[in-house]
């Protein structure tokens, strides 16, 4: 089986019809949990606007505004030839904002998630970095983990089922002891 590159770049606003069903399938593909009483029904029900035309045309919004203030709003794609894999966005406000970051099964374990975190990172210039995980995605716990988050005790029980905790990174690149030797490729 060939390799997959997978390159990452600036989203253009034509590519926002690609994000919200992107979204979509990676909530399906993520976030089904029984004792959450998460099922495709309720996913579907509470995430399926981003794949309709309001929520594409949000994400162009979005991209395009990032496109006007890169200090302040960051979005990077994942392609795999043509087709988007995986993105992640963030903000600049009075703290930096990580999310949302998704990537299909099939990207996921090549580095490219890695690659997005580092670029997002140097984007936020060892500010303080903050961002919500559902609390049963194990995968992704491990991953901001691994780049120096930690839980900061703040929970919160998303649309009354979606358990999400908060994480925090606020250490400067160069302070770092969580990262040791490890690295995503």
Known sequence: MARVTHVIGVPA?????????LQLTVWLQTYPDEEAGVDEAWIREH???SATAEGIAGWRE???????QPDLLFCRVVRAGTEIVGFLCGRRGEVVTLGPMYLLEQA?????????MEEFLAWAEGAPV???VTEYNERAVRFYERYGFEPTGERELWRGRL????????RTPGAERGLGGSSVT
């Open 62 to 68: 979005f991209i395009e505004a990032a496109g006007r």
């Open 13 to 21: 606003p034509d590519d926002a019809a690609a994000l919200g069903p």
């Open 130 to 132: 903050f961002l919500w």
């Open 47 to 49: 995430r399926g606007s």
């Open 163 to 170: 358990p999400n905790v908060r994480m925090a990174r606020s």
């Open 108 to 116: 996921r374990g090549h580095g490219a998630g890695g690659r997005l």
